[in-house]
C-alpha cells in the first residue's frame, strides 16, 4: 500500500537509513505533553499526553481528523499558544535534550526561527501583506544572524533561487498579493528556511492548495531536506501526503496519540480502530460502486472527553473495558524499521479482524 | 532541482513583464510600495488641491514675520534724536564709572546693601557703567563720518586702559576714567549734530547707516521652519533635478535615497538655522518700533542713504535713504482706535473720513452718531508705511474693536491654529497607537483594564476635561498654548486607541502574527513592525480629524477665556472677537480658513489612508 505511493528516488530511506541508526538520539522529543485550554466551558484538554519523537534527518507525519490536537500540538513545541487561556498541565518538550516547556521567553526566540521553523497552513495569510517579499526574508537573518542590509538582500535572493521562485531579483521587492498562492507558500518555505533549522514543523503546508501545486510544494520540502539534512514534523489529515513524504507516523486522535510507526508498518499493518477506520475511508481504495466507508461521528468536544478510551463512542468492537480504563501505548514487536510500532488499544485482537 | 519548479507554467512565469533582455536593470524594477502610494496619490485630483492649499497656508505661518511687521526690511537713516542723546550721556556713564574706581569694594558693598536690584559687586557695577559708555560710543561711531572718529578711539582706549587696571593699580585707572571724562565733556561741546531744521547753526554732519530691523527680529526656530517649509515645496523641483543629476535616473538608487532625502531636508534646515544664529543671532533686534515710527513721522529720524550725509540729502535727490516695508505694515498688537471695527477697505462701508475719523457709509455713520460707538472727531493719523486713509489695501480683512488690522491677526494666528491642531494630533495619535496595541495585542485582563479605563475616561465629557485642566494650569509655568496641546493631546487620544485595538484584535488571528513570533520575533518587534503598519490606515484618518478636532477645540478653549491670550491670536479666538453679527468679517473670515484647512485635512487623509492600502493596487 504505502510502496505504492513511494517515488523510487525515495523509497529506501526508511527502511535502510534509520534501521542501521535506531540508537540515535531524537532531536525532538515530547513526553507526555498535556496542553489544556481554560474556557468558560470548563478545561479543554486539547492536548492530553502526546508522546513522540522526531530523529534527525527525517519526517514524522503527524495524522487526525480536524480537533485532534495535532496543530495546537506544534504550537506547543514553538510554544506561540497565548498563555492564558493555554495552559502546559504536565510534560516535557525535549529538543536537543533541552526542555523547552523550562526556558525563558528570550531563550525561545532565539530557537524559534533559527533552529526551529514553521510553516503554516493558509500562504494568504501568514505572509504580512504591507511587506515585500524580500523584506520579510531579510528580516529573519538581519535578526539571528546579524546579516547587513546587502548581505541579507542577497541571502534573501540565494533563498528565492533555492525553493524555485523564477526571477528572484524581481520577486524579492514584489508584495505578497502580487504573487500565487502556491509561490507563496515557496516563499514561506524561504523565510522558514533561511536561517537553516535543525527541524521544520509544516502546519498542513499543502492544504490551501491545488493539487498540482500540492505535489510541487511537497517534493521541494523533500529536497530541502534533502539538502540540509533536517527533520521535518509535518501535520496533515491527508494519509497520501504522509505516505509519500514521512519516515514515521503518528495518528492522533482527541488529543493523544493511538498508534505512532514507520510508514511501511502503519500502511501495510495499521492496528488501531481508527486508524484502520481512516484508511477505510480513502476513496482511492474503496471498491467502485461502493458506498465509501466512514467512521461514524464527530470528534468528542476536548472539553468532554470520554472516560476510558476516548475513541470508544465511535469504535465498533468497544467494550466496557473501553470504559473504564484508558488504555496504554503497547509496543508491539512486529516493526521492521526498529523504533517501535506502538498502539494504545485494549482490542488489538479484534482489531486485527477488522 | 529547482530548475524543475521554475519551468512550470502554472506557478512560476504568469506575471513575469515579456520586456527584452537588453535592460536587465530595468526588467527587474517592479514598483515598490512608494513608487505604488505616489502613484495612487498623483491620481487624485482633489488630493493635490487640498495638499497645495494645505502647503500655501503652512506656507503663510511660517513666514508671518515676513509678510505682516511693522518693522522695516531694510532702512537707511539717520537717527538725529538718538545721536544727541549719546552724546550727551556718554560723559555721564563715564564720570559714574570713574565714580566706582575710586570707591573700595567695602565702600560699595555699603551703600547697595539696602538696594536689592543694584549690582552686588563693584566690579560688576563698574563693568555695566562701561558696557553703557561703549554702546553710546558705538552710537556715536555709525551715525559720524570716519574722519570724525579720532576723539572716540582715544575715549576708548581710556577705557579699555581704565578696565584693564581697575583691580592692580586703582589709581591709574582712575586717571585714565578722568581723562575720558573731560574727553566725553568736550565731545559734547563739539560733536553737536547738524539739524535740517535749523540749518544755520554749525554742527557736525551725521552719515546714513543701513539696518535690517525685520531680519535681526527673526528667530532661529523660524527661520528652521522657513527653510523646512521652502525644501519641502520645492521638492517636485529639486527631486527631478537630483534623481536626474546625482542619481542618474537609476530607479533602484532613487529608491534608497529616499530616505536620504528626507533627512537631507531636516538636515539642511538645521543647518540654515545655526549659520543664521551664527551670523545675526536670534531675534535681537535693537529696534524699538513705537518711537521708530514716530521718529519717522516727526521728521527726528531722516532717510539717509548709506554713506551719505544728512546735508546732502537735503538736495540731492539721490542720497535720500531707501525704507523696505513688509507687505503688510502693521504689527499683530498694533491698533488705531479710530479703526475701531472698521469693515473691509476695498468694500465701499469701510470708507473713512479721514477728517474725523467716521465711517461714512450709512449704516455705520448712524450706529456712530446713535450709539456713540466711535471716539468723536478724532482725525486719522497714518503712521509712516501705511497705505492711504481709504486705499483699498488698507485693511483688506477690516479691523477688531481695537482697530488692529484683521488679516495681520490672521496671518499671525494661522502659526497656533495650524500647529495646535498638528501638535496635538501627534500627541494623541502617539498615545492612542501604544496603549490600543498593547491592548489588542496582549488580550485578556490587560486588555480589558485599559478598555474600562478609556470608557472611565470617555464617559468625562472631555471638553470640561479639558476646561478644568486648563484652569489648574499656571500659565506663567506653561503657557497656554502648550498647555492646550498636552491636554488635548492627553485626553483624546481614547477614539485612537479603540480603533487601533480593533484593528489589532482583527489582525491577532491572521496568521502572519503567529508567523512572526514563530519567526523569534519579539512582542515589540511583532507588535509595531508587524502588526501596527497593517492597523494604520484608520488610524491616519482618525489623525486627520484629529488635526481638525484640535483646531476647533482650540478655538473654542480661546473663546472662554482659557487659551490664547491677547494680543497673541489663534483663528479660533479672531471668530470670537465679537459675536455682533455686523461685524461680519470677524466671523466670516477666520471660520472661512478654520473649514478650509479642516477640509483639506479630511481630503488629504482620505486620500492617503486608499493608497497606503497596498491591497488596493492589484
Redesign the interface.
Known amino acids: 500500500m504505502a510502496g505504492d505511493t513511494q517515488q523510487p528516488g525515495a523509497a529506501p530511506r526508511g527502511a535502510v537509513t534509520s534501521a542501521v541508526e535506531t540508537e540515535r538520539e531524537p532531536l525532538l522529543r515530547l513526553d507526555g505533553l498535556r496542553t489544556h485550554f481554560d474556557t468558560d466551558d470548563g478545561v479543554a484538554r486539547a492536548v492530553d499526553g502526546v508522546d513522540y519523537a522526531i530523529y534527525p534527518g527525517e519526517t514524522l507525519g503527524v495524522v487526525g481528523e480536524s480537533g485532534s490536537g495535532k496543530s495546537v500540538t506544534a504550537l506547543s513545541i514553538m510554544r506561540l499558544l497565548p498563555v492564558p487561556p493555554a495552559r502546559f498541565a504536565g510534560g516535557r518538550i525535549l529538543f536537543r535534550g533541552e526542555d523547552l516547556l523550562a526556558k525563558s521567553d528570550a531563550d525561545l526566540r532565539k530557537i524559534r526561527g533559527n533552529d526551529i521553523a514553521m510553516i503554516f497552513q493558509e500562504p494568504m495569510t501568514a505572509l504580512n501583506p504591507v511587506f515585500t517579499v524580500g523584506n520579510q526574508l531579510m528580516e529573519t537573518v538581519r535578526l539571528h544572524r546579524g546579516y547587513d542590509q546587502a548581505r541579507a538582500r542577497a541571502h534573501a535572493i540565494d533563498m528565492l533561487t533555492k525553493v524555485g521562485i523564477p526571477a528572484p531579483e524581481k520577486r524579492v521587492d514584489e508584495y505578497p498579493h502580487q504573487l500565487s498562492g502556491g509561490m507563496r507558500q515557496r516563499v514561506m518555505i524561504a523565510i522558514a528556511m533561511s536561517c537553516d533549522p535543525a527541524l521544520l514543523i509544516a502546519d498542513e503546508p499543502t492544504t490551501a492548495l491545488d493539487v498540482t501545486i500540492q505535489a510541487q510544494i511537497l517534493d521541494l520540502i523533500r529536497e530541502l531536506q534533502e539538502q540540509a539534512g533536517m527533520s521535518v514534523l509535518l501535520i496533515t489529515h491527508d494519509l497520501g501526503v504522509v505516505a509519500e513524504t514521512a519516515h514515521h507516523v503518528a495518528v492522533m486522535y482527541a488529543g493523544k496519540v493511538v498508534e505512532y510507526a514507520s510508514v511501511f508498518d502503519l500502511y501495510e499493518r495499521p492496528r488501531h480502530p481508527y486508524t484502520i477506520g481512516l484508511f477505510r475511508s480513502l476513496p482511492e481504495l474503496a471498491a467502485p460502486g461502493q458506498r465509501l466507508a466512514t467512521i461514524p461521528g464527530v470528534v468528542p468536544s476536548a472539553t468532554r472527553f470520554p472516560t476510558g478510551c476516548r475513541f470508544r463512542t465511535r469504535c465498533s468492537i468497544a467494550t466496557a473495558r473501553c470504559a473504564e480504563a484508558e488504555p496504554p501505548l503497547v509496543a508491539l514487536n512486529d516493526d521492521q524499521v526498529g523504533r517501535g510500532h506502538t498502539v494504545a488499544c485494549h482490542h488489538l485482537e479484534e482489531a486485527s479482524k477488522l | 532541482?529547482?530548475?524543475?519548479?521554475?519551468a512550470?507554467p502554472?506557478?512560476?512565469?504568469?506575471?513575469?513583464a515579456p520586456t527584452s533582455e537588453a535592460a536587465p536593470a530595468e526588467?527587474?524594477?517592479?514598483k515598490?510600495?512608494w513608487d505604488l502610494v505616489f502613484e495612487q496619490l498623483g491620481r487624485r485630483k482633489l488630493f493635490k488641491v487640498a495638499l497645495a492649499i494645505l502647503t500655501a497656508l503652512y506656507g503663510v505661518a511660517a513666514f508671518a514675520p515676513l509678510l505682516v511687521n511693522d518693522k522695516p526690511y531694510m532702512v537707511e537713516s539717520v537717527d538725529t534724536t538718538a545721536y544727541t542723546s549719546a552724546v550727551r550721556t556718554l560723559r555721564v556713564t563715564i564720570s559714574s564709572s570713574n565714580r566706582l574706581a575710586k570707591q573700595t569694594d567695602e565702600a560699595y558693598a555699603a551703600s547697595v546693601a539696602d538696594k536689592p536690584a543694584a549690582e552686588p559687586t563693584r566690579g560688576g557695577a563698574f563693568a555695566v557703567e562701561l558696557g553703557a559708555a561703549r554702546l553710546r560710543l558705538a552710537t556715536l561711531r555709525s551715525a559720524l563720518p570716519p574722519d570724525k572718529y579720532a576723539p572716540l578711539d582715544e575715549i576708548e582706549a581710556l577705557l579699555d586702559q581704565g578696565e584693564a587696571k581697575l583691580t592692580a593699580d586703582g589709581p591709574a585707572a582712575v586717571e585714565a576714567l578722568t581723562t575720558a571724562t573731560a574727553l566725553a565733556r568736550q565731545l559734547g561741546k563739539d560733536y553737536a549734530a547738524w539739524d535740517p531744521a535749523q540749518p544755520d547753526t554749525a554742527g557736525v554732519d551725521l552719515v546714513g547707516q543701513r539696518e535690517h530691523p525685520l531680519w535681526e527680529s527673526l528667530k532661529s526656530w523660524e527661520i528652521f521652519f522657513m527653510t523646512l517649509w521652502l525644501l519641502t515645496a520645492a521638492w517636485p523641483l529639486w527631486n527631478r533635478v537630483v534623481n536626474g543629476l546625482v542619481l542618474r535616473r537609476d530607479r533602484e538608487r532613487i529608491r534608497r535615497a529616499r530616505r536620504w532625502k528626507l533627512l537631507g531636508v531636516l538636515a539642511l534646515s538645521l543647518v540654515a538655522t545655526f549659520v543664521w544664529r551664527a551670523q545675526l543671532g536670534s531675534g535681537r533686534s535693537g529696534l524699538d518700533v513705537a518711537p521708530h515710527k514716530e521718529g519717522l513721522a516727526k521728521g527726528t529720524i531722516h532717510l539717509v542713504a548709506e554713506g551719505r550725509t544728512l546735508r546732502e540729502a537735503q538736495t540731492d535727490p539721490t542720497a535720500v535713504g531707501r525704507i523696505e516695508w513688509a507687505p503688510v505694515r502693521y504689527g499683530y498688537a498694533e491698533s488705531t482706535v479710530v479703526e475701531k471695527f472698521r469693515p473691509p477697505t476695498w468694500r465701499a462701508e469701510g470708507e473713512i473720513d479721514p477728517a474725523t475719523g467716521r465711517l461714512v457709509h450709512p449704516k455705520w455713520a448712524l450706529d456712530a452718531e446713535t450709539i456713540g460707538d466711535r471716539a468723536v472727531g478724532q482725525p486719522m493719523v497714518i503712521r509712516p508705511g501705511e497705505p492711504e486713509a481709504n486705499a483699498w489695501n488698507r485693511h483688506i480683512a477690516g479691523t477688531d474693536e481695537l482697530g488692529r488690522d484683521f488679516f495681520g491677526r490672521m496671518i499671525w494666528g494661522s502659526r497656533v491654529s495650524l500647529s495646535v491642531g498638528i501638535v496635538s494630533a501627534l500627541i494623541l495619535t502617539v498615545i492612542g497607537v501604544i496603549i490600543g496595541s498593547i491592548a489588542g495585542f496582549f488580550?485578556?485582563w490587560i486588555d480589558t483594564l485599559i478598555m474600562r479605563m478609556i470608557e472611565i475616561l470617555q464617559s468625562i465629557p472631555s471638553f470640561f476635561l479639558i476646561l478644568l485642566a486648563m484652569a489648574f494650569t499656571n500659565p506663567e509655568v506653561l503657557p497656554p498654548i502648550f498647555a492646550i496641546v498636552l491636554v488635548i493631546g492627553c485626553i483624546g487620544w481614547t477614539g485612537v486607541a479603540r480603533l487601533v485595538r480593533g484593528e489589532f484584535l482583527r489582525l491577532r488571528e491572521?496568521?502572519?502574527v503567529?508567523?512572526?513570533?514563530?519567526?523569534?520575533?519579539?512582542n515589540a518587534?511583532t507588535i509595531f513592525?508587524?502588526v501596527l503598519?497593517?492597523a494604520l490606515s484608520p488610524v491616519l484618518v482618525a489623525a486627520a480629524f484629529a488635526v481638525a478636532s484640535g483646531i476647533l477645540i482650540e478655538s473654542a478653549i480661546s473663546f472662554l477665556g482659557f487659551g490664547v491670550q491677547q494680543p497673541e491670536a489663534s483663528w479660533g479666538s479672531l471668530v470670537n472677537e465679537t459675536r455682533n453679527t455686523s461685524y461680519w468679517w470677524i466671523q466670516v473670515f477666520p471660520g472661512v480658513l478654520i473649514f478650509v484647512t479642516v477640509t483639506c485635512y479630511n481630503l488629504v487623509g482620505d486620500a492617503v489612508r486608499d493608497a497606503l492600502d497596498?491591497?488596493m493596487k492589484?
Not at chain 2, 532541482?1 to 521554475?6: A, G
Not at chain 2, 502554472?10 to 513575469?16: F, K, P, Q, V
Not at chain 2, 503567529?514 to 519579539?522: I, N
Request: proline share 5%; no cysteine; aromatic share 12%.
Open positions: 532541482m529547482t530548475q524543475s519548479h521554475s512550470n502554472g506557478t512560476a512565469s504568469h506575471t513575469l526588467r527587474f524594477y517592479s515598490d510600495y488580550g485578556g491572521q496568521e502572519f503567529v508567523a512572526a513570533r514563530a519567526l523569534g520575533f519579539s518587534r513592525r508587524h503598519p497593517n497596498p491591497k492589484v
